[in-house]
């Protein structure tokens, strides 16, 4: 029997954190293994201003395995690049691939490129706008023969779930899971402190909610066809 394997990729530590764990955990007790991709060291989006650079990475890739380990992630591959300095190359589009391509997931989480209205700063962030575009592209790559061969072949993901929308498709109730996504928060103190504080204003103001006190992650769910011909 195949693997069944997921992947999600973000540009900084806890991005996947807001987007999607209760999603990603559900497909892990499903039979699916999970790995993460986190393309910035997350340096420069810091609570704390004592600490030295090189302190400031360690400390947010250990936050970042940390949380992933409370949902169940197998890996955590982090790409090195410098925060809010990210920039679309054919090196980050490479390296994208040749992971879709040796990790073979049936479905990538990431940023939705798409969602280009700029009415929130931080959801808009350049790096999330470009890993969104790179990650789609990177997943165009990874089917194809010739655009970067390597030892693993080609690889076909099934569907792209984009997170951070403005146009969702598919809704995950995650009501009953609630308080476990606010918990994976507690791993991150460098960029949330104030825990208490932070947890309110999330449960107010980010976590999709309707008008009957239920809780989600959205995402615009997108089949990767195949065109036969």
Known sequence: M?????????????????G?????????????TANYVVATNGENGFKIRSLTGKERIELRKKEQ????????????FFLD????FLEYTNKLRRQLTKIIKELKPEIVFTFDPANLDFD????????????GTAVFDAVFAAKNDFIYPDKNGKHRV??????????????????????FK?????????????????????????????G?????????VVDVVQISY
């Open 2 to 18: 195949a693997k069944k394997n997921i992947l999600a990729i973000a540009a900084h530590p806890d991005d996947i954190e807001f």
């Open 65 to 76: 395995m940390s949380a992933a380990a409370a949902v169940g992630v197998k890996k955590v």
């Open 158 to 179: 099934s569907r792209i779930y984009f997170f951070g929308t403005n146009k969702p498709n598919h809704f995950e109730d995650i009501t009953d899971s609630l308080e």
């Open 81 to 84: 690049y410098k925060d809010g």
């Open 120 to 131: 929130n700063i931080n959801l808009n962030h350049r790096d999330h706008r470009i890993i």
């Open 182 to 210: 606010l918990s994976i928060f507690k791993n991150f103190k460098s960029q949330f402190p104030n825990y208490g504080n932070f947890i309110k204003f999330l449960k107010e103001n980010i976590i999709p909610k309707d």
């Open 212 to 220: 009957k006190g239920r809780y989600y992650e959205e995402f615009r």
């Open 20 to 32: 999607c764990p209760v999603t990603i955990r559900r497909l892990i007790k499903e039979g699916y």
